[in-house]
């Protein structure tokens, strides 16, 4: 399928400049396919330094500070796909992706649910390390069109001289802007933590502060009453539910602090606190 000039104009000045400076430091940002107000609370259980802001209709960002790749405490890859991780079952109907980069690969990792992440990774040079099938199940858990879209991502998969790792991310968010994503002029894979930063505040992200655990499991409460799992907040199937999210956190917050994982630890802790607020929820609505 024919891409329309400006897109391949995008790519290619992207890739020309990278030809020219080299890879970026380590970054990420999140992609979450809902509204700020939907992804604030979660967010905050993960107790990360993020900045939240609006990226288009339906679609928020979180730009995280970086400090666990930065001190080389772990991969970026690893740390972000359990923060990805920990969102998508906090929110268990909107998907997160996450795009990271380092000097020697990039890549992203959708996470939806309870579901096995799916990820897709890219040489530092652009030369596709991952499998189609992976591009092709990305595509089916964010709804994009099975003919137009996947159409559009295939190239992402093929070998493309003129293409580094940069080039590879900002052709995926090109795709997704078919679904109403729109990053903050500034925010684009590949950029340093410092400048993603910057750009999210020049375009009024919020820096999210970390309630309290009472503020902030009501605040995630107040969000799901909204949603469609409101009316199975009380009774035996919450309390099903609230069982086996501390049954599922518990070993997976213990194996992520035995691996000094930050990303699982959160992961596990974020389903822990789910799982212990949905057994508790009767008696913080009676106070």
């Known amino acids: 399928m024919e891409q329309s000039p400006p897109y391949t104009d995008k790519l290619t000045s992207v890739g020309l400049m990278n030809a020219t400076t080299g890879p970026s430091p380590a970054g990420a940002l999140l992609l979450c396919r809902a509204d700020p107000p939907a992804v604030r609370p979660p967010a905050q259980l993960l107790r990360e330094e993020l900045l939240l802001a609006p990226a288009g209709a339906d679609w928020s960002v979180l730009v995280p500070e970086g400090k666990p790749w930065q001190d080389g405490e772990e991969p970026v890859e690893r740390v972000v796909t359990g923060w990805a991780t920990a969102l998508a079952v906090s929110a268990a109907s909107w998907p997160v992706l996450a795009l990271w980069w380092d000097a020697d690969r990039a890549g992203v990792t959708l996470a939806a649910g309870f579901r096995r992440t799916v990820g897709y990774t890219w040489l530092a040079d652009g030369t596709p390390v991952g499998e189609d099938e992976a591009m092709r199940t990305l595509a089916d858990r964010l709804a994009l069109d099975p003919v137009l879209d996947v159409q559009a991502l295939e190239p992402l998969t093929l070998p493309d001289p003129e293409a580094d790792s940069r080039t590879r991310l900002l052709g995926l968010v090109a795709v997704l802007a078919r679904t109403g994503l729109g990053l903050p002029p500034g925010l684009d894979p590949g950029e340093t933590p410092a400048r993603l930063r910057g750009a999210a505040l020049a375009a009024g992200a919020e820096q999210l502060a970390w309630p309290g655990w ?74």
């Open 214 to 287: 009472r503020d902030a499991v009501r605040a995630e409460l107040d969000v799901v009453e909204e949603g469609p799992l409101g009316p199975y907040l009380r009774g035996p199937r919450a309390r099903v539910l609230g069982g086996a999210q501390l049954a599922a956190g518990v070993p997976l917050l213990l194996w992520g602090l035995g691996r000094r994982s930050g990303g699982w630890a959160a992961a596990g802790a974020l389903l822990v606190a789910h799982g212990a607020a949905g057994l508790a929820y009767d008696r913080l609505r009676d106070h």
